[in-house]
Structure formats: C-alpha cells, structure tokens
C-alpha cells in the first residue's frame, strides 16, 4: 500500500459470459456487495452459427465495470486487485498493431467448423492422440478449429498470423490485453486446456496439434497460472495500476468458487445446461464415459498441476424455458416448484429433453425429445413435474459416470445456478444420488471464483483455509425417499430414455 492511500476493501470480478458481461464487487468477507451486468448482442449469421463483436463484449465489460466505481463512489485505492471469470472457447484473433479484431468473435456453441473437425480428426487414431494430449473429445466446441477457420476465411489472415502480425485469445486473453493497454497477451491454464491445442499433461502448447490445425506458434498466449498475475490496468477512462491477478474459464472458476479445492470434490451448475465437475486432484483422470478431462483452477500455492472431469448436460433449465415459452405450461420458472409439489409423484409421465441429442455418457446425437407414460389421469402438473425431473435424473446419469471413472463414490455434492434455487429439484435430485447436496448462500460461485482466484495471488485474503470459513450456511440436501421408490423413479428414466435412443 502507498502512503496515504486507504486500505482496499474489495475485489472486483469480472464475470464474461456468454449473454452478458457482469462487473461484481465482492468484500472481505466474500459478500457480493453489488453487480452491474450489460448484455450484447447475439449475432447469427446463418442457423448453427453464432458470433459476438469484440468490441461490444470489451465496451459492455468495461461499461459494467466504470458504472460500478460510479455507482459506489470508488477509486483505485478501494480495489485490491481484479479477477476474470469468463465464457470458455469462445475465439477472437486481432492485429496488435491496431487492436482491431480480424472479423467477429467465433462463439462456443458455433456449429460452423463440425467438418473442419471431422476432415482433421475424423480419423479414429488421430482423433484418440488429441484425446490424449488435451483431454477433449474433438469437438467444433473448441477453440483450434475455430482459429483455423479464421486463418483459412479472413482474406490475408493465414499470410499476416504467419508473419507474426496476428494474435489469438479467448474473450480473457482479449480483456487483460486490452485493459493492460497491449502489454500482456497471456492466458490461464483452465481457459487454455480448452482450446484443444494445450498440452494439458505436458503444461503447454502443442506443436502436432498446432500443426494438425495449421496455427502459428506465434499467435498463441502466454499460459499462466489461474491465481497470479496478469499484468496492471492501464486503459483510458479505468483507474491506472490495479493488478489482474486472476483468471480462469467459468465453470473452473465455479469450482474454486465453491471452495472444491481437493480431489472428490464436486460441484454442478443448473442453468441453462448442467455442469458438472469433479476435482481429481494431480490426477489427470481419463474417462471411459464420454467425460472430458480438464485443467482445474489452483491456489497461488499449489506447486501442480491439479484437474478435473467434466461433464455436461445440454438441455436443463432449458427445458423450462421450453414449459414457458412453447407449452405455456407455466409463467415463470420459480412456478414449477409448487406445481411440482401439488401432484404425490410423477404419475409415470416422464419429459426426455434430447431437443439436440443426448449427450454423456449416451452419445446420441441423433436422439430427439420425448413425453412418455401419458394417461388419461396426466396432467399439467405432472408435466412440469417431469420437465423439472429430468434435470436430476440426467445429473444423476453424470454423476454416475463419473463415479465410474473416478473409481469412488461421491459422497457430497456442492451445487448452484439458477434452477438450484429450487428446493424441489433439490431434494429430489438428493433422493435420487444418495449423497449430501450442499447449496451455498452466495449461489454466484462463478464470479466468487475468480474473486478469490485474484485475491488470494494479492493477499487480499491468506489462503485457502480462510476461503473455507468464509463460506456461509449452506442449506444441505440428503435422501429422505425410501430407496424402492429411488429405484422405481429411475427405471422409469432408464426405460424412457431407452425409447427415445
Ligand atoms: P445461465 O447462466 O445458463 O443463463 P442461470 O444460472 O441464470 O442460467 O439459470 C437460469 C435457468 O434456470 C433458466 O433456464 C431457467 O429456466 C432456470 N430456472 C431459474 N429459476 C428456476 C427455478 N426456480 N426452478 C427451475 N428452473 C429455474
């Protein structure tokens, strides 16, 4: 600290997601003191495409950010340091001579490379050996068939990326490049592990998968770790010099955010989608249930590389979305709750939401949606109760999987998101796994994450222990359902994602 100045009392993360870019303060404490958040726009260029403009993402999160200093009368002295907590994979490459972006952002769930992916891995042994380096099932999800498809597209991208005149980034390499006005192209191992171009075993980039997808070494960030720095603020209109002293990918950060600091640990996320992660600790655990293997988030003394499996769920809040907005079932999602409640059971009714398919462990992406067991007796209710169901039961086919791949039973489960506000799917998702769901009070671990992630490389706060205490009154789940009746739920499940195979 400078002299005179006062001591500062908070961190300030910054939350980049895929619809929204969010400034979040959080104190001492671990307290969400206040949040300004700016959406942008989603631009679909043709079906199965999405792009966001770089810009607009830099101006929302740098807007989001100054209206929070505004808003709380706060200058450079207040803030400890900044961390960011952002939308994965999502790819930008721009020139730094002018800071300009080559064309718009290529988004995570843009559909527009799955050929450039099949042409380049399709091959089983190729596609078994980037398994093995990164972790990942080849996906157009990732970042390297994305940068690949800017090089082969931009006219004159490939020549200029090839004189060293072009970088690439995920949205955090872009923000900490641009809020360190140019002076550090660097990223986290959690975003870089999914790139699909980290060696996640190794610790860096890898020269064959570079070369599989025809990108110069040159473009590519340095990776730090999670919890250290990134540089000093030095953007017009930002306080000068505060530190950027964390990054990680969202659903790495949601894991530190719940204080999953050691192997067995696990959290899931209900939002949109479900995701699930399980800490392994310095194992890097490789599935055999269509699972991916991926960097975790360390504390700043962790002298290892320490990882996780994921696994994902496409369609969960979604499919009460779909109860609101297609059926007009409901009006709003807290409504599910007690209509849920109102029936004694499901009534045999159940909802398989595989609009795009059926992800882990049944990889069917064939697979399309379903409502089976309809009686004469059926109704709304037991709709909504089943949409709501599905969410626990395709979390519990996760959990399962990973059990599996683990080799041990979980024994908790730390869970947040939106749709954890529903006690309901709560205690129905407890009943169904067996083990203790534990939902903390501050359900945007997210942002926690990579407060914590900056704070803690500043000695903002001491250590991970002291995170630990910090975490306050949970509300805990256990099964209260007698297991004949778990046991009767599930096969119910079982048989009705069967028939939609
Ligand atoms: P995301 O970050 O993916 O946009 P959120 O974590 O904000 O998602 O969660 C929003 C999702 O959760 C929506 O799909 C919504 O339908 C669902 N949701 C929100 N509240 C509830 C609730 N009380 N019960 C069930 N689902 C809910």
Request: glycine fraction near 10%.
């Amino acid at each position: 600290m400078s002299a005179g100045t006062r001591e500062a009392r908070y961190v300030i993360a910054l939350d980049q997601g895929t619809t929204s870019s969010r400034a979040v303060l959080v104190d001492r404490s671990g307290t969400m003191v206040d949040v300004v958040q700016r959406a942008f726009t989603q631009i679909y260029p043709t079906p199965g495409w999405v792009e966001h403009n770089p810009q607009e993402i830099l101006f929302s999160q740098l807007g989001s950010l100054t209206e929070l200093l505004q808003k709380r009368g706060l200058g450079r002295e207040d803030i400890a340091c900044i961390g960011i907590d952002n939308q994965r994979e999502t790819t930008i490459v721009w020139d730094p001579s002018t800071g300009e972006p080559v064309m718009n952002a290529i988004v995570w769930q843009c559909r527009r490379t799955a050929a450039l992916v099949e042409e380049r891995c399709g091959d089983p042994e190729v596609a078994a050996e980037v398994r093995a380096r990164t972790g990942l099932l080849p996906d157009a999800y990732f970042s390297a068939s994305k940068i690949a498809w800017i090089l082969e597209n931009v006219p004159g991208a490939r020549e200029r990326a090839e004189r060293g005149e072009l970088l690439f980034g995920t949205v955090d390499t872009w923000l900490v490049w641009v809020l360190t006005g140019g002076l550090v192209h660097a990223t986290d191992v959690t975003n870089a592990s999914r790139t699909m171009l980290y060696n996640i075993h190794e610790g860096c980039w890898d020269q064959w998968l570079l070369d599989l997808f025809g990108i110069p070494a040159s473009m590519m960030p340095e990776v730090r770790r999670s919890s250290g720095s990134f540089g000093e603020t030095s953007y017009p209109g930002i306080p000068a010099g505060i530190p950027i002293a964390g990054v990680a990918g969202d659903q790495q950060s949601a894991l530190f955010g719940q204080c999953c600091f050691e192997a067995g640990q696990a959290k899931n996320t209900y939002g949109t989608g479900c995701f699930l992660l399980l800490h392994t600790g310095p194992e890097a655990c490789v599935s055999h249930n269509g699972l991916v293997t991926t960097v975790a988030a360390s504390a700043p003394d962790v002298d290892r590389t320490e990882y996780a499996l994921e696994g994902s769920v496409f369609v969960a809040g979604a499919v009460i979305q779909w109860l609101r907005d297609e059926l007009g079932l409901i009006r709003t999602a807290g409504e599910t709750e007690y209509l849920a409640r109102s029936v004694e059971d499901n009534g045999g009714v159940y909802v398989v939401p595989a609009f795009t398919g059926l992800g882990a462990p049944y990889w069917s992406p064939d697979a399309r949606g379903a409502i089976l067991g309809l009686t004469r007796g059926a109704s709304r209710a037991h709709v909504v109760r089943a949409a709501l169901e599905s969410l626990a039961y395709q979390s519990a086919d996760l959990v399962r999987a990973m059990e599996a791949d683990a080799g041990a039973p979980m024994t908790m489960l730390n869970v947040d998101g939106g749709a954890s506000k529903n006690d309901f799917l709560m205690q129905f998702q407890a009943d169904l796994l067996g083990c203790e769901l534990r939902r903390p009070q501050n359900i945007e671990t997210t942002s926690l994450g990579a407060a914590y992630l900056a704070g803690l490389a500043v000695g903002f706060w001491s250590g991970i222990d002291e995170l630990r205490r910090l975490r306050t009154t949970d509300d805990v789940f256990v099964r209260r359902m007698d297991l004949a009746k778990v046991e009767g739920y599930l096969a119910g499940w079982r048989e009705a994602v069967r028939r939609t195979l």
